[in-house]
C-alpha cells in the first residue's frame, strides 16, 4: 500500500473543515491557570509529578470543550522534560481519559511528563473528528511547550486499541495532510510513536462477508465518499520514509484487532526504511496481559525510546 495522497487536501477539505475554534486565549492564559491549578504531590518512593493540571481546554469544537490533563515531572522545573501523550481507546465511540498517571509509573521514573487527551467519540463527530482532535491537542501542546517544561522535539504520543489508532494517525499525518483543522496546522513533529495494538489499516478491517467493519462503519458513518474516508483514516496510507520511529505491541490471540494489523503496519515501515519493532505477547488477547508479560513489553517499549535517545539518560544507562 502506498501513502501516495499529493493532492488529498483538495479532495478532503469539505470533509474535515467544521465550525471547530482553538481557544487562543488559553496560550496567554497558560502559566496563569497552570499555577493556579497545578497540585502539588509529596514524594513516596519513587518519581512522581509534582504538578497535575486538569481539564486545560486545548480545543472548542463548536460549543463543546475539549480537555487533557497533565501530569509535570519534577525535572520539568529544571529543564524541558520529555512528554508522553496517551490516547484512550473505546472503538472510537466511548472510554475516557485516565484518572491518574499511576498507569504510567515507569514513564515518570523513565523522566516523562504526562498528557492524558479527550477526543470527540462517534457520537459526537464523525471521522475524522477524533484525528483532528488528537492532531490539535498535539499543536497546543507543542505551542505551550515552553511554558510547561516540555521539550518539543521528544513528544511522544501513545495510545491502547482505537487509541493506538489515534496516536498513529496524530504522529504520522504530514503537515500539509489536508486534514487538520486550520487552528492546528503545524503541530510539533512527534519523536516516536508507540502503539498498542491499534488498527493501522481500516481498510482491511472486515466483518463477515466482507462488509465494513461495524466499529469503523459506526465511526465513518453514512457518507457516500466513505471508501475513501476509510483509506484516509488508516495510519497505513500516511507512513513514509519521513516517518517517526514507532513501538508496536500486539497479543497473538487478540480477538477484536487480529495481529494481522500490526504485522502488516511492520512490514510498511520496513519498506520504507522507518525504524520499528513489533512485540508480540505470546497468548496475549486485546490488551489482557499477564503482568508478567506487561512489564516486558514495557521495558520493551522504554529500551526503543531509549534507543531514540528519548527517556532522561539516567533512565538508559542499562
Known sequence: MTSGYPTVGA????????PVRVMAFLRMA????????????????????DRIVRDVVYLTAGDRALHLDLYLHPDARKAPAPLLV?????????????ESWTGFRAYVDAGFSLATVQYRLAGEGRAPAAVQDARCALHWLGANAGRLGIDPRRIVVTGTSSGGHLALMAGLLPPKSGIDLEACRDAPRAAAIVDFYGPADLTAAR????RVHPTIANW???????????RLMSPVTWASADSPPVFIAHGDADPV?????????KARLDALGVASELHIVAGGGHGRFEPAARAAMTARALAFLCAHGLPAARACKN
Open 11 to 18: 479532495r478532503v477539505a469539505a470533509a474535515v473543515c467544521g
Open 30 to 49: 497558560v502559566a496563569a491557570f497552570a499555577a493556579a491549578t497545578a497540585t502539588p504531590l509529596a514524594a513516596a518512593g519513587g518519581v512522581e509529578p
Open 86 to 98: 496517551h490516547f484512550h481507546g473505546g472503538g472510537w465511540a466511548r472510554g475516557t481519559r485516565p
Open 207 to 210: 466483518a463477515a462477508g466482507g
Open 220 to 230: 465513518i458513518g453514512p457518507r457516500r465518499d466513505a471508501d475513501a474516508m476509510i
Open 257 to 265: 484487532v487480529p495481529l494481522s494489523q500490526s504485522e502488516g503496519l
